[in-house]
């Protein structure tokens, strides 16, 4: 009897000692199942966090659309009013060339002496220095406006 007694007090210390390990291990479960719900509540607020965050952006990338398509619509008729002003400051200049350029026909016409009451009436230094002041602003008018055509064609490329 002994010896079943002996196998038997085994068998209840092995299961004593399985209960124990298994009582440790359901602390050890226990305090990780806490760490995890308390880091749940963490991930949750995060997330809330989270979705707000991403709300807030979703409007202020909706108000830069908006903000982004009214300024396209104002750019553009700045640039419609610039293309017309432009066509028209390039009508004038034409007009401005041309008139620059009967000056010029008339300095020439006027150092060739074809004005002769121009010469009775003014001492011949006077003349040349008016027909070169004519000259100088008639190449300098000219000169702007090969200048401005230049911007132009640039501004076009």
């Known amino acids: ?7 038997g007090v085994a068998i209840e210390v092995v299961v ?10 359901c602390a ?12 749940e509540e963490v991930l949750r607020a995060t997330i809330s966090e989270l979705i707000t ?44 060339n041309e008139i620059v350029k ?6 020439g016409a006027a150092r060739n002496g074809a004005m002769a009451p121009m010469a009775e009436t003014e001492p011949e230094p006077a003349r040349e220095s008016t027909a070169r002041n004519l000259k100088a602003a008639a190449e300098a008018a000219a ?4 200048a401005l055509r230049r911007g132009k064609r640039e501004a076009a490329a």
């Open 1 to 7: 009897m002994t010896s079943g007694l002996n196998l």
């Open 16 to 25: 004593a000692v399985l209960l124990a390990l298994t009582i440790v291990y």
């Open 28 to 39: 050890i479960l226990n305090r990780r199942l806490t760490r995890l719900r308390a880091d």
């Open 53 to 96: 965050a991403t709300e807030i952006a979703e409007r202020a990338i909706l108000g830069l659309k908006a903000t982004a398509s009214e300024c396209e619509r104002a750019l553009g008729g700045r640039m419609l009013a610039a293309e017309t002003l432009l066509g028209d400051l390039d009508q004038r200049l034409t007009a401005g």
């Open 102 to 107: 009967r000056i010029g026909a008339i300095v």
């Open 143 to 146: 000169e702007r406006l090969s």
